[in-house]
């Protein structure tokens, strides 16, 4: 199922409001960790999968990357990666990651934030992205940790006056759908298990180089007091792969 929540008018605009959506990287509590994952890029080709407003892309540009590609199902998140992200090297692609079909051996890194989680074959994606990488390339992304994904509510379990007190985790084992909340609107994600994520990858053939469980920068764990929590359970997982 290829959703696109996003060309929603009332949704994108929610989305908008979000920190990642107004400050860019900076607003992204994993970024800090996720970037130190990102090998050096000079004179290279990059592959965005579900690049939105296009941070990532021109972050790319920005470390001497010869040309991106950043592909989304949303035109009008593309619309405004066109208008705030725009490169002569940066080419926005309007398209679901599942129908990607590039050139065998054609990027040097291939480069996901937070898209996975909506896809029912993660399987699928690491065979196609095997296929465009080149011998030696990397494939770098972030998804929702399976700890956050497990449950349709995902979301703390709160006393009664409101504060959290537990992050429930249950039907772990179960993979497949979730229907969850996200941004007030109903949104389908996919649970698989830490373990899938990284036998898909492994049984493709490539080699898991780096795996990490972030928590929130310093700085943003002080300018936002309620991120704190973000210690006391998951919420990404970033992986690092090499072909």
Not at 10 to 23: D, E, L, P, V
Not at 103 to 124: C, G, P, R, T, W
Not at 147 to 164: A, C, L, M, V
Not at 202 to 213: A, L, S
Request: neutral net charge; hydrophobic residues 35%; contains cysteine.
């Amino acid at each position: 199922m290829k959703q696109n929540k996003y060309d929603n008018q009332h949704f994108f605009k929610q989305y908008q409001q979000m920190s990642r959506s107004i400050k860019g990287l900076e607003g992204a509590g994993e970024w800090h960790a996720l970037k130190e994952m990102i090998p050096s890029i000079e004179n290279k080709h990059v592959l965005d999968l579900g690049c939105g407003y296009g941070w990532h892309c021109k972050y790319m540009i920005d470390q001497q990357a010869s040309s991106v590609i950043g592909v989304d199902i949303s035109e009008k998140m593309l619309t405004k990666a066109r208008e705030i992200n725009s490169h002569s090297n940066i080419t926005y692609q309007n398209m679901p990651i599942e129908d990607i079909s590039f050139e065998k051996n054609q990027f040097d890194l291939v480069f996901s934030s937070l898209a996975f989680h909506y896809l029912e074959s993660f399987k699928a994606v690491c065979e196609k992205v095997y296929n465009c990488l080149k011998k030696g390339g990397f494939f770098v992304f972030s998804v929702e940790h399976p700890i956050f994904t497990s449950r349709e509510k995902q979301d703390w379990y709160y006393d009664e006056h409101g504060n959290r007190m537990h992050w429930a985790v249950d039907a772990y084992q179960e993979e497949g759908v979730r229907n969850t909340s996200f941004l007030t609107a109903n949104v389908i994600k996919y649970h698989r298990t830490l373990s899938t994520y990284m036998n898909n990858l492994i049984q493709t053939g490539f080699r898991i180089k780096v795996v990490k469980e972030p928590v929130p920068s310093e700085e943003i764990l002080n300018n936002i007091p309620e991120m704190k929590d973000e210690r006391r359970r998951p919420m990404f997982l970033l992986i690092s792969a090499v072909k």
